[in-house]
Each structure stands twice: as C-alpha cells, then as structure tokens.
C-alpha cells in the first residue's frame, strides 16, 4: 500500500466511523414498548438517521464532491439502501454489551416487515458477520457500493469508475494484508455486494408494502426512496 494509499484510507474511515447513527437513537431501540407501530416508528427513525449519516460520509470521498451535482444525487439515490444495509449490518454484528442485538432483531422482527423480507435480511447480517471485517474495510466497501457507476441516471460513468477503481485497489491490498490465510476474501467481500443487490429488491418490496398499511415515512425517506 503506497503512502497516498495509506492517506485516502485514513480520510475515508476517520469519515466512516466519525458519522455514525447518534447514540440517542440506538438508545431509544432499548426503552420504548415492542408495539409493531412503536417499533415501526423507531426503525423509520433508524433509517432516516442512517440515511443523514451516509450523505454525511459521502461528502468525505475524496474526489465526490468533484462529480457532476446531479450524479453526486444518482449515486446517493442508487446507494442508498446498500450503504444502509451494510451499516445495520455492521451495527448488528458488533455485539454491543447491552444485548442491543436481540432487542434489535426483536424490534425488525415486529414492525410489519413480512416474514419473506426478514429472512434474507438477517442471512445477510449473518454473512456480513461471518467476514470479521476490520472498520477499514467497512468503510472501504461501503465507499466501492456508493461509487458503483452503473446506477440508474448516472451520466458520467467513467469518472465514477475511476474513482471506484482507485477505492478497490486500497481495499485488495488491505484484504491481502489483514488476511494473508485467505488468498480468496477479497472476492468473498464483493460477493456481498451482489447479496446487498438482491437485499435491495426485498427493501424495494418492503417499503410498497408499509405503505399500503398506510405507514408514514419521514420526507428524507420519502426522496431518497421515490416513495
Ligand atoms: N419507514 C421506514 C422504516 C424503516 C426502513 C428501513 O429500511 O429500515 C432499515 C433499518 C434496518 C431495519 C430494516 C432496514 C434495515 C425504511 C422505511
């Protein structure tokens, strides 16, 4: 890993772990009731919180800013649910003290989510556990899943591209390096990304149907997410 290598990695996850959802939220998975309303509300709060969180990190890429605005928008947009998926993931794998883990799971698996989402939702945060990534690589993925040129209304995918290639050339050498046993973790990590594409249909499915119950999302769900 060169020098400036080392530097773009340290930008990126000094990014990646200084925005993180604010305590009071998670907090609050552990103290009001379980009603299926309750917990729909807290996990809307979750979701909008995360969704803040990401823009926030995203302006920390190095070179984002300098895409054309509304490509900046289209990546964001055609992200969204990846990046959140991943970060739920993360925060559901790190087995925090407290047990927040059962609560949260408890609190996923009452709030109208139908059975057909929760299951590949949870294999998912299996398989992401399983990887024991360090927070590089969190931060790293995340940031190859946010630069993925091909989303939809992306004008100028190759200044995209260029920049997602420099971010997986940190993030191979990384995994050659902190799993040395492990010729093959590289590519084990970018097949989660095809896992979180397929995740990302189920989320798609989930919303449409909390908002036939009449659900309500908050106005930042409502853009990110056409709903
Ligand atoms: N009104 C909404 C509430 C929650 C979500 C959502 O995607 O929740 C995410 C947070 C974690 C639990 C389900 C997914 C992962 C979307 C709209």
């Known amino acids: 890993i060169t020098k400036e290598q080392q530097a773009l990695m340290k930008i990126i996850t ?48 190095p070179g984002f800013l300098s895409l054309d605005r509304e490509d900046q928008i289209a990546l964001l947009k055609g992200s969204a649910v990846e990046a959140m998926f991943l970060r739920s993931a993360q925060v559901f794998n790190r087995k925090t003290p ?4 059962e609560v949260l799971e408890e609190r996923i698996r009452k709030s109208g989510i139908s059975e057909e989402f929760i299951t590949p939702m949870f294999n998912f945060y299996k398989s992401i556990g399983e ?24 004008k100028d995918q190759q200044a995209v591209e260029r920049l997602q290639e420099t971010i997986l050339d940190v ?3 990384l995994c050659v390096l902190q799993h040395p046993q492990e010729p093959q973790y590289f ?7 095809t896992e979180l594409r397929t995740l990302s249909h189920y989320h798609t499915e989930m919303l449409a149907s909390w908002r036939m119950n009449d659900h309500k999302f908050t106005p930042l769900l409502c853009e990110i997410w056409d709903v």
């Open 187 to 193: 590519a084990r990590l970018l097949g989660r990304l």
């Open 14 to 61: 000094d990014a990646y772990n200084r925005h993180q959802i604010p305590q009071d939220v998670a907090k609050k998975l552990l103290q009001d009731q379980y009603s299926a309303e309750e917990n729909f509300l807290l996990l809307t709060e979750m979701a909008t919180s995360q969704v803040q969180v990401l823009v926030e990190f995203t302006k920390n890429i």
């Open 98 to 101: 407290s047990g927040h883990t």
């Open 131 to 154: 990887l024991h990534m360090v927070q590089e690589e969190q931060a790293l993925l995340t940031t190859v899943t946010i630069l993925t040129p091909d989303r939809p209304y992306v």
């Open 171 to 173: 993030l191979r050498k």
